[in-house]
């Protein structure tokens, strides 16, 4: 009952000052918007790193040439852009070097993947065009990025030693390019760039948006990888060596274990190369290493919504004193019309509860809207789960009784006729 | 015998005890006033009347010396006991009236009575009835801000009324009013006397106040310096019930 009270109560003393309220609140408001939004951050990155890099599969090793005495994580590859220096043809594996490679290992290695950027073109068919990226691959490729062939085959053997011109392309291009029922497998697609080439398609794959590369243009402009052999594609290529491949190990092998072994096999190779070695690593530890590189940033976001929570609680004890001493009257009333002091501290501290909690609301919608804006950015939808926003209420709730204790006891230890002469 | 309703003895009250400041505010009082009467306790200010009144009204606590209220020794009373009896056994009415500026007239009323435990229903039924009481009813949703002087006062003593308390405790309550108004008020604690048998005690420095009530005590310096109960209290009344029943 009195309960019940001491929230109206709380209420009709927070309306006469709304503007205060607001902004006593606006602390618990940063610090609960920014974990809410952060979570639901957090929760759509992990769900979009986590579906794309098992898409790849836990039997993925990627084995790339890097720099030595780079300081990312875990012997990822580097990320492109960032190596300073440009190894030379010398520093990278020949196709010799992956052949040794595949025969030391092939009771264990399925395949290889192996790939080329060339460039972006455009399939034109008439006056009609689809927006393509020309990639060089091998006949592992289709394997280690779960490729789904529609018709026809993938790039194969014969057509990397034959250097043939033939292509496997998107469903996307097939529909922009060519009227519906037209059987595509071998007809010949022009791709223009610098200049004008021509392929025969021998398969078509389906074309899937990932979370990399979320497809923000419209169906039409849609830019799709266009394969073709990787030996027609390293034609024209400064480098003619690899950088970087990607092992298919066969099912029942331990990746981690054989990443080990790799690694090991791949330092001995590159024990005389001062400047570069080889990094590799396996998807299932690139997938811990982000998780626990997110752990990193949440839990710098959470030392920062703490500082702003106890900002903002220190706000709340400030504006309850404050509110405690133009009150004094009322309290010294309260207390001749038989108010027991614990009952004029329960009123204080409800006060202050429901301002955090009242904070702590807004601060939730407010994080929501941040976080599904930023997840939607991000192209996975995620929201922070039910405890969490649970756990965000309960953290207000404790620090509105934290904070308001001390006003509170304050105002419940006056003396009743010192509050009754105040002025 | 007429049963006592307050019983002081050798009552003293000292302030900042121990310090070169220590001032003495009430110097053996010994008073008593009975069930069922009206007394007025004068002095000029400074003269410990709102002490005394303090005092009687268990807001504060005497340095020596006895003070029974209804037969109960107070001296010995923890806190939350002393705020259980000034709910339901003293009703405060103050010269400044002390609404709850945020409340409605309505709210004021039920504060004692929420603070009694009574349940919404009970509370509203007798707020409701102390505001009829009062001439405040059509008036029990406007806020203290809304209401003129004699009008928060009228609502003060509805509340003060809210647990039928055994006494009412007045502190200068027409202080603040013009002649008119606190006639109004005035006439009200003489009804709430009649009507229901309430120990009244008034304080005030007005001596034609005072001259009202049945008994009268003078304080000066903390010491009582005279008590006489007043002989024109039943012509008083008599002329009262006249204008009563002329109007």
Same mark, same amino acid.
């Given at each position: 009952?009195?309960?019940?009270? #001491?929230?109206?109560?709380?209420?009709?003393?927070?309306?006469?000052?709304?503007?205060?309220?607001?902004?006593?609140?606006?602390?618990?408001?940063?610090?609960?918007?920014?974990?809410?939004?952060?979570?639901?951050?957090?929760?759509?990155?992990?769900?979009?790193?986590?579906?794309?890099?098992?898409?790849?599969?836990?039997?993925?090793? +990627?084995?790339?040439?890097?720099?030595?005495?780079?300081?990312?994580?875990?012997?990822?590859?580097?990320?492109?852009?960032?190596?300073?220096?440009?190894?030379?043809?010398?520093?990278?594996?020949?196709?010799?070097?992956?052949?040794?490679?595949?025969?030391?290992?092939?009771?264990?290695?399925?395949?290889?993947?192996?790939?080329?950027?060339?460039?972006?073109?455009?399939?034109?068919?008439?006056?009609?065009?689809? #927006?393509?990226?020309?990639?060089?691959?091998?006949?592992?490729?289709?394997?280690?990025?779960?490729?789904?062939?529609?018709?026809?085959?993938?790039?194969?053997?014969?057509?990397?030693?034959?250097?043939?011109?033939?292509?496997?392309?998107?469903?996307?291009?097939?529909?922009?390019?060519?009227?519906?029922?037209?059987?595509?497998?071998?007809?010949?697609?022009?791709? *223009?760039?610098?200049?004008?080439?021509?392929?025969?398609?021998?398969?078509?794959?389906?074309?899937?948006?990932?979370?990399?590369?979320?497809?923000?243009?419209?169906?039409?402009?849609?830019?799709?990888?266009?394969?073709?052999?990787?030996?027609?594609?390293?034609?024209?290529?400064?480098?003619?060596?690899?950088?970087?491949?990607?092992?298919?190990?066969?099912?029942?092998?331990?990746?981690?274990?054989?990443?080990?072994? +790799?690694?090991? *096999?791949?330092?001995?190779?590159?024990?005389?190369?001062?400047?570069?070695?080889?990094?590799?690593?396996?998807?299932?530890?690139?997938?811990?290493?982000?998780?626990?590189?997110?752990?990193?940033?949440?839990?710098?976001?959470?030392?920062?919504?703490?500082?702003?929570?106890?900002?903002?609680?220190?706000?709340?004890?400030?504006?309850?004193?404050?509110?405690?001493?133009?009150?004094?009257?009322?309290?010294?009333?309260?207390?001749?019309?038989?108010?027991?002091?614990?009952?004029?501290?329960?009123?204080?501290?409800?006060?202050?509860?429901?301002?955090?909690?009242?904070?702590?609301?807004?601060?939730?919608?407010?994080?929501?809207?941040?976080?599904?804006?930023?997840?939607?950015?991000?192209?996975?939808?995620?929201?922070?789960?039910?405890?969490?926003?649970?756990?965000?209420?309960?953290?207000?709730?404790?620090?509105?009784?934290?904070?308001?204790?001390?006003?509170?006891?304050?105002?419940?230890?006056?003396?009743?006729?010192?509050?009754?002469?105040?002025? | 015998?007429?049963?006592?309703?307050?019983?002081?003895?050798?009552?003293?009250?000292?302030? =900042?005890?121990?310090?070169?400041?220590?001032?003495?505010?009430?110097?053996?009082?010994?008073?008593?006033?009975?069930?069922?009467?009206?007394?007025?306790?004068?002095?000029?200010?400074?003269?410990?009347?709102?002490?005394?009144?303090?005092?009687?009204? $268990?807001?504060?606590?005497?340095?020596?010396?006895?003070?029974?209220?209804?037969?109960?020794?107070?001296?010995?009373?923890?806190?939350?006991?002393?705020?259980?009896?000034?709910?339901?056994?003293?009703? =405060? $009415?103050?010269?400044? =009236?002390?609404?709850?500026?945020?409340?409605?007239?309505?709210?004021?009323?039920?504060?004692?009575?929420?603070?009694?435990?009574?349940?919404?229903?009970?509370?509203?039924?007798?707020?409701?009835?102390?505001?009829?009481?009062?001439?405040?009813?059509?008036?029990?949703?406007?806020?203290?801000?809304?209401?003129?002087?004699?009008?928060?006062?009228?609502?003060?003593?509805?509340?003060?009324?809210?647990?039928?308390?055994?006494?009412?405790?007045?502190?200068?309550?027409?202080?603040?009013?013009?002649?008119?108004?606190?006639?109004?008020?005035?006439?009200?604690?003489?009804?709430?006397?009649?009507?229901?048998?309430?120990?009244? $005690?008034?304080?005030?420095?007005?001596?034609?106040?005072?001259?009202?009530?049945?008994?009268?005590?003078?304080?000066?310096?903390?010491?009582? $310096?005279?008590?006489?109960?007043?002989?024109?209290?039943?012509?008083?009344?008599?002329?009262?019930?006249?204008?009563?029943?002329?109007?």
């Amino acid at each position: 009952m009195l309960f019940i009270e #001491n929230i109206v109560l709380a209420l009709s003393a927070l309306q006469v000052n709304k503007m205060r309220a607001f902004l006593t609140m606006t602390g618990i408001v940063i610090g609960i918007a920014s974990v809410i939004a952060i979570v639901c951050i957090g929760n759509s990155l992990t769900a979009s790193i986590t579906t794309t890099m098992e898409s790849m599969g836990a039997n993925t090793i +990627i084995v790339s040439i890097r720099e030595r005495g780079g300081n990312e994580f875990d012997g990822g590859p580097r990320m492109p852009g960032i190596s300073a220096a440009t190894p030379e043809e010398s520093d990278l594996l020949t196709d010799e070097d992956l052949e040794t490679f595949i025969a030391r290992f092939s009771d264990r290695i399925e395949t290889i993947s192996l790939s080329h950027g060339v460039g972006s073109g455009k399939a034109q068919e008439g006056r009609l065009y689809a #927006n393509v990226s020309v990639t060089g691959v091998n006949a592992g490729y289709a394997k280690a990025n779960n490729l789904e062939l529609l018709a026809g085959r993938f790039i194969a053997a014969k057509d990397i030693k034959g250097v043939k011109k033939v292509a496997v392309v998107s469903d996307r291009l097939i529909n922009n390019i060519f009227s519906a029922g037209t059987d595509p497998l071998g007809r010949e697609v022009k791709i *223009y760039s610098d200049r004008i080439e021509t392929y025969t398609i021998v398969g078509v794959y389906k074309y899937e948006a990932s979370a990399f590369a979320p497809s923000s243009a419209s169906e039409k402009d849609t830019l799709t990888h266009f394969y073709i052999p990787i030996s027609l594609a390293k034609q024209d290529a400064v480098m003619k060596n690899y950088q970087v491949f990607t092992v298919i190990t066969k099912t029942g092998v331990d990746a981690a274990l054989f990443t080990r072994e +790799i690694e090991e *096999y791949f330092a001995k190779v590159y024990e005389n190369n001062a400047k570069w070695e080889a990094g590799v690593m396996n998807m299932e530890s690139a997938i811990s290493n982000m998780t626990s590189m997110l752990g990193t940033v949440s839990i710098a976001v959470a030392v920062i919504a703490a500082i702003s929570l106890l900002v903002g609680g220190i706000g709340v004890m400030n504006i309850m004193l404050v509110s405690v001493t133009e009150r004094t009257r009322e309290i010294g009333t309260r207390k001749a019309l038989g108010a027991r002091s614990s009952y004029i501290k329960a009123q204080f501290i409800v006060e202050a509860v429901i301002i955090c909690v009242i904070g702590g609301v807004i601060g939730i919608v407010l994080g929501l809207l941040l976080g599904a804006l930023g997840a939607n950015l991000l192209g996975f939808p995620a929201t922070a789960s039910p405890a969490v926003i649970a756990i965000s209420v309960s953290v207000t709730i404790l620090i509105g009784i934290f904070f308001g204790y001390y006003p509170a006891n304050k105002a419940a230890k006056l003396d009743p006729i010192e509050a009754l002469r105040y002025e | 015998m007429r049963e006592i309703m307050i019983d002081i003895r050798n009552l003293v009250k000292k302030v =900042f005890i121990g310090s070169p400041n220590e001032l003495q505010i009430l110097k053996n009082i010994t008073m008593t006033v009975y069930k069922g009467e009206f007394v007025s306790i004068v002095g000029a200010s400074g003269s410990g009347k709102t002490t005394l009144m303090n005092v009687i009204g $268990v807001l504060d606590r005497p340095t020596s010396g006895e003070y029974l209220l209804d037969g109960k020794p107070m001296q010995k009373k923890s806190d939350n006991e002393l705020s259980d009896i000034r709910n339901k056994k003293i009703g =405060f $009415v103050f010269q400044t =009236f002390n609404l709850i500026p945020r409340n409605s007239a309505l709210k004021n009323v039920e504060l004692p009575m929420l603070y009694a435990g009574l349940n919404r229903q009970q509370r509203l039924q007798k707020a409701k009835e102390l505001l009829e009481l009062v001439g405040m009813l059509e008036r029990m949703y406007h806020l203290p801000n809304e209401l003129s002087g004699g009008e928060k006062q009228r609502v003060a003593i509805s509340r003060a009324l809210a647990n039928d308390p055994a006494i009412i405790l007045a502190d200068e309550p027409t202080g603040a009013l013009d002649s008119a108004t606190g006639r109004v008020v005035m006439d009200l604690f003489h009804k709430v006397h009649e009507t229901r048998g309430t120990t009244v $005690v008034l304080v005030t420095h007005n001596h034609e106040l005072a001259e009202e009530t049945e008994r009268i005590i003078t304080l000066k310096d903390g010491s009582i $310096v005279d008590e006489k109960t007043n002989p024109n209290y039943r012509t008083f009344t008599m002329k009262r019930g006249e204008m009563n029943a002329f109007h």
